[in-house]
């Protein structure tokens, strides 16, 4: 960061840092234009127009504050306190600002209970049941791999620091094999890329079991030390023949064996799995089968071997001094934000509807599914909204009030990584532009507003920092809040990534200390795991579910729902887009320009049918609403299946709907997980 005369003038990448190496992904890459935008909310503002009109006038934080306080302790009184609803999710990162910033707000307020359950927590739940809270494979060490498969993951869009790690593995005689329904950046990249129907990604994991089982391919030395439930497994698998899975995958049974053979034979093996990979029906389940083959094969074994999903479990972040989970009074009530739509238009029935909502770190009217519901729900007058931004975003244009929120360079932080085991030290490189604040001031100032003087409202930053880290925990040796401040960052005391192997003798952090083919969990059911529900850090019991992993077919598909595929009969995913990060970055142009307009991938054979040709206007649609984007015509996607990704602003798309105006609203097996990629339509040539 190079700053002259208080304002930044350039941002890079840190070229010492080992992982990063200085490199930044066009995601961030032009940061400053965020910051310095001339379209940047930097006062508070009051809508003056009809709601969704963008319409507003500046006024002062006192006023903003005092009208905020006012509805809420109105709207408490009357109807209650869960009337008053947050929506929230990770708009910015770092431990303070981040996910769990308002939770001892609304938790004091007795507000409804937000669970957040857009991204991974169906992942991250199959994953505790078989392996448990395990930082897994070092991402570094995976110049170390033999076998690297990368399934439902495009990592040179969206994990593009990894890349360099996977490249060396393969000049050091690695294969890389991609599964993915869609020839991405990656796939086209990697030496064997296996297309797959979408959402049937489990039916290929357990046929691999079942072809390493069978073959006797098995490490059973390991298999006996460190695992449970593996005669279970050996019965469970044997429905699921490679010719089975070829018939709901697409992927040839030839293919399903050389893929097992080739994995469980070139050790260390390493599965990359993405968030993708629970976006459907049984996208828990299939997370589950495959943190189970790793120790099937003995992979953990070696540096390079194993499972990578999100390293941010080896930090020791005590989440409890953010969330306050002893604020929240038991039976306060829980909405998904999944189902947002439904809750603001009266269609969840609850009692007290909801009355009033703040949003921040999010752009619910993107990232949500059912848009056209949502939109309705946002446009009632009786609906008081807060929103803080950065911009006016198509959800803050449905706000009564609009608060402005800091950047990343305008405050600091303290971060965990998604994708690597370095802690990191966000400083605040420049002062807030205009009256903008953190998410940390505004809840200080909120609760100010509403009279609340628990100490945890009066907290500074510097004692949040301070609070963020168990810092006597061995991992943190050698670490500081000093130490960060200075170095900027410090990889946690774990081994060098030549000797991370965590579990060569098990140790796994289950409930049995070793890999659960048969979940000790399973009788928990449908729990969601700490962080996505605001004020929890408990398992939530649900429905029993069955301990062995096992195959859950897509809800829509020509497959399995024949009736709703003869008016709906191609298969649509909504990939993270390559330029933006989620919504973020979508209103700037060099990001625009890079991502190029909102478009629809469609197979020739499926486009012929259609009448399309390449920049002809199309109507994608089903019984839940439409979009309106230019065709093009590609063979990188399978036939019956279209891609459209997500992230591209309401306000700037062709008849004001986006691909969330189609994907449904129901939950996924585990963790509440959504099943954005679970979702058919049909298409049509538009005049």
Known sequence: MTVRDGTAVDVSGDPEHPFTRGGLCVKVDNYLDRVYSPDRVLFPLRRTGPKGSGEFERISWAGALAEIAGKFTGIAAEHGPEAIMPCSYLGTEGVLNGLNVGDPFFAKLGATVSERTYCDSGSCTAYAMTIGDSAGVDPESLVHSRYIIIWACNVMSTNLHLWPFIAEARKRGAKVVVVDPVKTRT?????????????????????????????????????????????????????????????????????????????????????????????????????????????????????????????LWAFPVIWDNFIHPEMLKPGTRVVNQYLLGDALTGELALDPPVKALMVYNSNPLVVCPDQDNLARGLAREDLFTVVSEQFITDTARYADIVLPATTQLEQEDIMFSWGHLYASYNHRAVQPLGEAVSNTELFRRLAAAMGYTDPVFLRTDQEMIAEAFDWSAPVMQGITVESLKEKGWQRLNVPPPDQYAPHVEGDFPTPTGKVEFASSLAPGGNFVVPLFRQGSTEHQPGNPVDPLPHYIPPRESVRTNPELAAAYPLSLLSPKSHAYLNSSDANLEFHRKVQKDPSLLIHPEDAEERGITTGARVRVFNNRGEFVVKAKIDKSVLPGVVVSHVGSWRMHADGLSTVSAVTPTVFGDLGNCPTFSDTLVQVERKP
Do not use: F
Request: proline share 6%; charged share 20%; hydrophobic share 40%.
């Open 187 to 311: 796939s086209k990249a990697a030496d064997w890329h296996l297309t797959i129907r979408p959402g049937t990604d489990g039916a290929l994991a357990l046929a691999m079991m079942h072809v390493i089982i069978n073959e006797g391919l098995t490490d059973d030395d390991y298999i006996a030390r460190y695992t449970i439930g593996y005669d279970a497994l050996v019965e469970r698998v044997q429905q699921y023949s490679p010719e089975w899975a070829a018939e709901e995958t697409g992927v040839p049974a030839d293919d399903i064996r050389t893929l097992a053979r080739e994995y469980a034979r070139a050790q260390p093996s390493v599965i990359r799995i993405g968030v993708a990979i629970e976006r459907h029906a049984g996208g828990g389940q299939t997370v589950r089968a495959l943190a189970c083959l790793p120790a099937l094969v003995g992979a953990w074994r070696q540096p390079g071997g194993g499972i990578l999903q999100l390293p």
